[in-house]
């Protein structure tokens, strides 16, 4: 039995992938997973550095691989803070960046359109603490908000609407299951609906580690998006060992942290299943825990082994326990 024939009834199991990984993991990938993200290939500063000239080659190997290997993809992201050409915003007007991103979605969509079956049109546009939150607003500050205005986002759902008719769009978000925040991401996501704007669902990443959150918070922020009228992806799954940037370092998994990973990981994929009329995706952010972006971030050169399978590709305990359930 595999992940993907354990839950085929209930959502889609995707891993996010590179262009080493499609490769290196093919067998695994191939063997466990039915849908992939890319984990850079398709953000917008990776196509274009200028906002003019794009470069596709390296998305355009990761759709081949879903493509041959009849696996489902899901699109990341049109718009966000982070690794997007600054030089679109230099000089822009609301028409003149508006107008920018509708030829960048339309693109994208062109390019990719029949493969996707989902889309993170808007990632983290909300504000993480009060103190960071516009005047009377909840996006956080970014040139999209400040050039365009606060119905930036519900632009950019019209125009991925009129490009992709067929994928279903997501906004994306994380510390999504943070009392105040989850209220503002709750507040967006039936605001949209409300005004008319196209979207089809909510992304949860779901870069959780073994104390936080805690499975009580979980439950609740599940529990009030089951309420939105739309779609739930865990869209950037992983559990990190770590749970502070000041924790000792380990030479290898701690036998009691391993175990607490595991224990949370079947608790989570009991939850989506318990859910599945509304969790239609769960993707990890990664295949196996020998390539993993925790390695460098909170704290770089810090091996960390958030995933389900180990660094020989090996099912780990987590595994075990998921496929229990
Ligand atoms: C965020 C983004 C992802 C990725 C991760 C870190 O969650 O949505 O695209 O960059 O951070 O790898």
Redesign the pocket.
Known sequence: MTLKEKFKDDFWVGAAVNTRTIQTHKELLTREFNSITC??EM?YGEVTSDGITYNFQRADKIAAFAHDNNMAMRM??FLWHNQTPQAIFENATRQSLIHTLMKHIQKMADRYGDQIYACDVA??VIADSQDKILAGGIFRKSPWVDIIGEDFCDIAFHASKAALPNAALFY?D?NEWDEGKSKRIYALVKGMKERGVPVDGLGL?C?WNIKSPNFDQIKRALELYSRLDVKLHIT?MDISLYVDPADPLMEKPFMQAVEKQASLYKQAFSLFKQYSGKVTSVTL?GVADDET?LDQ?PVNGRKDWPLLFDESHEPKLAWQQIMDI
Request: a negative charge; charged letters at 25%.
């Open positions: 984990e850079n953000k990341h992201t990632n983290e994306n994380y990443q870069h950037e952010w972006w971030f």
